[in-house]
């Protein structure tokens, strides 16, 4: 059995660590293309406003993309700290995208971010902006590696358990790296980053017009801010369109409870609006919603690409429904105890010599295989992630989303014709949307990963299982030891970055 406060506090100091390591990465991703745009322009026209442009908003991109390698190194190492099973049972396979990210991409983009910010003026124009545009490229496919990782965790593919040392092994690299839920999750991650970007550069900017500063540049800044932060956002529908279709056919307890959905139906809406029944429990007669606004037969639309599907909702998933042959999470349980009770005896008969017993055994666990984690549950209802956390998080991610859409519109159009400074509600709302853009992206992530619970590894491995076996005070002091380091970081950010914004583009 495992210690439920350590599972916990580990489980804690993880999630302290990602929801840090992402305020710092999605601005990296995002404004390292933006400089590299603004560059661009800067060497086709010759500019000297647009350099000065450029290399404002490349000292706010440096000192993020610092901050933003700090947090992440830590994160890495809690992987062997923290969750040393985990890492010894899927190493081989979570482990090699890991690698190739650190060799690949990292020295890549660190490399070139030497020359892109102490190279002005000691290369070429070209040479310099062809720099940046590799720093740009570098940085968006170490997102790629690690959330290929993140993915597989979602959706394993590509694997085999070998019985002898009790360790899934990759099976074929390619299966784990075209993962359609890695993709997926890439794409609508890397979208997130360039839509916080295009905030923050926009409300920057919004803010300099405010202020009556800087207004010739701000302007120049805020049209691309703006022209990027629409094409993106848009890009985020469609990536979150797929990203939710792999959630449908891989995790529907997540689904259900992104939704609310306890009893399943064909033709399924989806919640626009809606207030969960905090008296709701599993199995019970209660109503699932205090109140709704319901768009008819989209969540069978968006989840199966089938307006006529069928959603499992979260009783069919605890209890089973036999006319749908979906399985009760009880027989679930009940099967993945015979494949840890087969894998036990095969074991013992292997080191008896017995081979016929063994083989026995082994033909035994071969037939329950996939329903190995499940073992390792004990309550048919531990399958179901927290409802209330991952509905309200889904649906104030989409809706701030669909907020984003509009402002980059609305900003443009103002800005295309010669009235954005003028439009002073709209710049004040510009400029506080930019945290709204990170809490966008931390709800995003929320869903994502307390949507999987209770699973590590999706159907497979529970987190109660893949944690180390240390001490909860060590746990403890080393997350609140985190947590002021993380935050002395953050404020040291905010500090620098403010002091910057002040100085302006001129006197950079």
Sequence with gaps: MHDVALVDW????FALTALYHFLF????????????????????????????ITQFWMTLFAVNFALGLATGIIMEFEFGTNWSNYSWIVGDIFGAPLAVEGIMAFFMESTFFAVMFFGWNKVSKKMHLL???????????SALWILVANGWMQHPVGMVFNPDNARFEMDSFWDVLFNPNAYSKFLHTVGSGYVIASLFVVGISAWYLLK???????????VVGATFGLITSIF????????AHEVALHQPTKLAAMEGVYDGKSREGIIAVGVLNPEKEIGDANKEFLFKIEI???LSFLGFHDFNAFVPGINDLVYGNEKMKIESAATKIEK?????????????????????????????????????GYGYLEDPKEIIPPVALNFYSFHMMVGLGTWFMLLFFLVLYYAMIGQIERKKMLLRAALFSIPLGYLAAELGWIVAESGRQPWAIQGMLPVGMASSQISVAAVQTTFWL???????LLIAEIGIMTKQIKIGMEGH
């Design 296 to 298: 008819p037969q989209m």
């Design 236 to 243: 985020l529908v469609l990536s979150g369109d797929e990203s």
């Design 10 to 13: 580990s489980r804690a100091q």
């Design 482 to 488: 985190f947590a002021v380091v993380f935050t002395v």
């Design 131 to 141: 720099s940046t545009w590799l720093v740009a490229i570098g940085s968006n496919l």
């Design 212 to 222: 009556g500063k800087e207004v010739v540049n701000a302007r120049k800044s805020l």
């Design 25 to 52: 990465v999605p601005l990296t991703l995002g404004l390292s293309f933006i400089v590299a745009i603004m560059e661009t322009i800067y060497v086709k026209t010759g500019k000297e406003e647009w350099k000065k």
């Design 336 to 372: 993945g105890k015979k494949a840890i009770a087969a894998l036990k005896a095969y074991k013992e008969a292997k080191k008896r010599g017995e081979q016929e017993a063994a083989s026995s055994a082994l033909e035994t666990f071969k037939r329950y295989e996939k329903y190995f």
